[in-house]
């Protein structure tokens, strides 16, 4: 049994004091690193809906099964979305309390038979998400006495309790002003890794935000050390992945909504179209790299001008264009000509 850091609130009706982990505030944007096994929820309480995009690494270690992607839920009865995920088949499913004998939760909980039955939602029809029928009111962090005297005293608040609840578990990747990279004719990218966020290194997982404004590309790279899942979330353009034996393997346009997965070691280009384009990109490496084929810090700079004109078997001064014609860095504006230098 793990100790927690917890709120509390009194109710005036039965005067008792809840108590529950940190609540912790989400809004568009933030990259969310939840630990294998650990329980959660979501509510939203604006106005918006609330879009969620999840993805879950089965290699990692903590994965000891087998390569299938598995979740319980503690509560509702999520039957028909979970044989919806499979096909269609019927296999019966509920919360996990559904399996164990209502005698064992009475007792387990200390609560008569009937609200144990109960727990088991066997008559839920309302599936994984529900609608809450009152606004929920979250609890607020409160010092206990002695917290507050040492606090006032000048000396700091600590506890053992407060370990997990107060490692930081999100990192927003929509604020331009984190941007790794920008142009500000071609856009910006954004990484959320291990370095700004040290919980992803314990996932292996790693995070990217892309915006490319109208027209603009991303260099032509292969992930070296991960896999990449992206989703694009706003905009249309169009991308190419080839893979190691220089096949195309993808051609086409992409809209908000879509996925798309690039291998690793596959090459990939991207290029917005008339409204831009944005995406965030899931990366199976905590510290995931690219290598860019084109721009300022390609592996095409790097190779002397003898060995690319011999490799593509023309003169030097093409080879010099191929190697200084675009002095950009990843993002690259739409019909612009860097001047190379001799």
């Known amino acids: 049994?793990?100790?927690?850091?917890?709120?509390?609130?009194?109710?005036?009706?039965?005067?008792?004091?809840?108590?529950?982990?940190?609540?912790?505030k989400v809004r568009e944007g933030d990259v969310i690193a939840l630990p294998a096994g650990v329980a959660d929820w979501f509510?939203?309480?604006?106005?918006?809906?609330?879009?969620?995009?999840?993805?879950?690494?089965?290699?990692?270690?903590?994965?000891?099964?087998?390569n299938n992607f598995r979740k319980f839920f503690l509560a509702g009865n999520p039957q028909q979305q979970i044989q919806g995920q499979r096909g269609g088949q019927e296999q019966r499913s509920g919360n996990i309390f559904q399996g164990f004998d209502e005698q064992f939760l009475a007792e387990a909980f200390n609560v008569d038979t009937d609200l144990a039955r109960r727990?088991?939602?066997?008559?839920?029809?309302?599936?994984?998400i529900v609608r809450v029928e009152d606004r929920l009111q979250f609890l607020t962090p409160e010092f206990s006495e002695e917290e507050r005297s040492e606090y006032q005293r000048g000396r700091p608040a600590n506890g053992v309790e407060e370990t997990f609840c107060s490692a930081r578990l999100k990192q927003n990747i929509n604020d331009p002003s984190r941007a790794d990279v920008y142009n500000p004719r071609a856009g910006r990218i954004t990484s959320v890794n291990s370095h700004n966020l040290?919980?992803?290194?314990?996932?292996r997982?790693?995070?990217?935000?892309?915006?490319?404004?109208?027209?603009?590309i991303m260099a032509p790279h292969w992930n070296i050390n991960a896999h990449s899942i992206c989703y694009f979330t706003r905009g249309t353009g169009r991308v190419q992945i080839v893979d190691e034996n220089g096949r195309s393997v993808f051609d086409g346009e992409v809209r908000e909504g879509q996925i798309l997965t690039a291998p690793h070691?596959?090459?990939v280009v991207k290029r917005a179209g008339g409204e831009g384009l944005e995406w965030v990109a899931f990366k199976t490496n905590d510290q995931a790299k690219i290598s860019q084929l084109a721009g300022r810090v390609s592996s095409m700079r790097a190779f002397p001008e003898e060995v690319i004109a011999n490799s593509f078997q023309v003169s030097r001064?093409?080879?010099?264009?191929?190697?200084?014609?675009?002095?950009?860095?990843t993002l690259f504006s739409p019909g612009?000509?860097?001047?190379?230098?001799a």
């Open 1 to 24: 049994q793990s100790q927690e850091e917890s709120q509390q609130q009194q109710d005036p009706r039965q005067g008792f004091r809840d108590q529950h982990q940190k609540i912790r």
């Open 43 to 66: 509510y939203n309480d604006a106005q918006t809906p609330l879009v969620l995009v999840q993805i879950m690494d089965t290699s990692n270690p903590a994965n000891q099964l087998d």
């Open 119 to 128: 727990m088991k939602n066997e008559n839920d029809n309302r599936g994984v």
């Open 198 to 203: 040290p919980i992803l290194r314990s996932l």
């Open 205 to 216: 997982l790693s995070a990217q935000k892309g915006h490319l404004y109208q027209n603009a």
């Open 265 to 267: 070691n596959f090459a």
């Open 317 to 329: 001064e093409e080879a010099r264009r191929l190697k200084f014609n675009r002095d950009e860095v």
């Open 336 to 341: 612009s000509r860097s001047q190379y230098r």
